[in-house]
């Protein structure tokens, strides 16, 4: 059975930095499309970034240059750090894996997600 279980979340200002972890269990995170996906209140949940079994990264517009996917293939971990964050950023992430079409546009249509951890960038 795929978990997922998202930690690091929190309370930061604006133009602070965070990073979110993701452990996962029940599958090879080195054969899955991983990524992160956040959802706002009153907004449409967005794929932020995606890194898949080859290690190829893809990042929503709203977040280049500032967030970082990352993952340890030994450990079966996904990082996201996130730098110089927006009040706009604020959100509850979540990680999100499947075997499928990897890239931020596919992230909210995967299967196995986690519970979520929450980000809230004040300004």
């Known amino acids: 059975q795929v978990q997922l279980v998202e930690s690091g979340g929190g309370s930061v200002q604006a133009g602070g930095s965070l990073r979110l972890s993701c452990a996962t269990s029940?599958?090879?995170?080195?054969?899955?499309?991983v990524g992160w996906i956040r959802h706002a209140p009153g907004k449409e949940r967005e794929g932020v970034a995606s890194?898949?079994?080859?290690?190829?990264?893809t990042y929503a517009d709203s977040v280049k240059g500032r967030f970082t996917i990352s993952k340890d293939n030994a450990k079966n971990t996904l990082s996201l750090q996130m730098n110089s964050l927006k009040p706009e950023d604020t959100a509850m992430y979540y990680c999100?894996?499947?075997?499928?079409?990897?890239?931020?546009?596919?992230?909210?249509?995967?299967?196995?997600w986690g519970q979520g951890t929450q980000v809230t960038v004040s300004s």
């Open positions: 890194i898949d079994m080859f290690g190829s990264t």
């Open positions: 999100a894996a499947d075997f499928q079409a990897c890239g931020v546009g596919w992230l909210t249509l995967f299967r196995y």
């Open positions: 029940g599958y090879n995170i080195n054969r899955y499309c």
